[in-house]
């Protein structure tokens, strides 16, 4: 397939993130729509979803221990509910009468998921939404931990997912994120995390890795690559579609010159 008649040279985003990284290996166009040029995307129930149960676990987890109780995390959102009521993303989903109150209840039980999973009140949260930056070979790179704990000597980096768990095949994949989070946490806090978590609330499962040194070095270079290719990309203005079954949830799917050729080998 011949690659779009983009023009270069653009300037590549400020930092780069996990999200960021996932999304040019997935596929460098619609990477450029979203980082590059910035174009809107409107909201998903799913993303929306996931930023209501972040905020209702961030608003527990700020509670002292003896008050993380599942009442607490009702009331936690509740709160969150209310900030989503009054955002533009509930204007922009527009969801009323039982697609409302669905939405409601998902979010209610990914909640209570988290207690089947962890306890609580035994967790020693030193940071949540911690955002962490550094600057690796004149690259800056970010991510935000959802929330990372304190046992004894040891740090934990956890993410929540509010998505179905990954098969066992694709699950190495998904754990790029929080090993980019511990990346982070050993060159911002100089301290490398004893284990990442990935809790899955809605299928009550947690995927961990422990970090390595092979495994650091490896986010790191990794990264670094990825950057490199983000420039040469932006110097060249030449930012290749990759169809694939994503496609089908993209924003960008209108403008993108491969969508008629996704469509076509899905038919």
């Known amino acids: 397939m011949d690659a779009p008649e983009l023009e270069g040279p653009l300037s590549p985003p400020s930092t780069l993130t996990p999200s960021k990284l996932e999304r040019f290996i997935s ?3 619609s990477f450029r729509y979203a980082y590059v040029d910035r174009l809107p995307e409107p909201p998903s ?12 676990l961030e608003l527990l987890y700020a509670a002292a221990p003896k008050d993380r109780t ?10 969150a509910l209310a900030e989503h009521d009054a955002s533009t993303d509930a204007a922009a989903l527009g969801l009323v009468g039982e697609a409302r109150e669905a939405f409601r209840r998902e979010c209610a039980a990914l909640v209570e998921g988290d207690f089947a999973l962890e306890e609580p009140h035994a967790v020693n949260p030193v940071g949540l939404e911690l955002d962490l930056r550094c600057r690796v070979e004149g690259v ?6 959802d929330r990372l704990d304190r046992h004894g000597e040891a740090l934990t980096v956890v993410d929540y997912k509010t998505g179905r768990a990954p098969t066992t095949e694709r699950a190495a994949g998904r754990l790029g994120g929080v090993s980019f989070y511990a990346l982070l ?3 911002v806090l100089g301290e490398r995390p004893a284990e990442v978590r990935l809790v899955y609330l ?21 990264a670094l690559a990825v950057w490199a290719a983000i420039e040469r990309a932006c110097a060249s203005g030449d930012f290749r579609p990759n169809p694939s079954r994503l496609c089908a949830w993209c924003a960008f799917r209108d403008r993108c010159p491969a969508a008629g050729a996704t469509a076509a080998s899905s038919a």
Do not use: M
């Open 27 to 29: 596929c460098p166009l």
């Open 185 to 187: 946490c050993e060159e």
């Open 70 to 79: 599942p009442a607490a995390a009702r009331e936690a959102l509740v709160a």
């Open 45 to 56: 129930v799913h993303q929306v979803r996931g930023t209501v149960v972040h905020r209702a």
């Open 140 to 145: 800056e790179l970010r991510g935000i931990l």
């Open 202 to 222: 809605r299928d009550r499962l947690v995927i961990t890795r422990t970090p390595t040194d092979q495994s650091t070095r490896g986010t790191r270079q990794r």
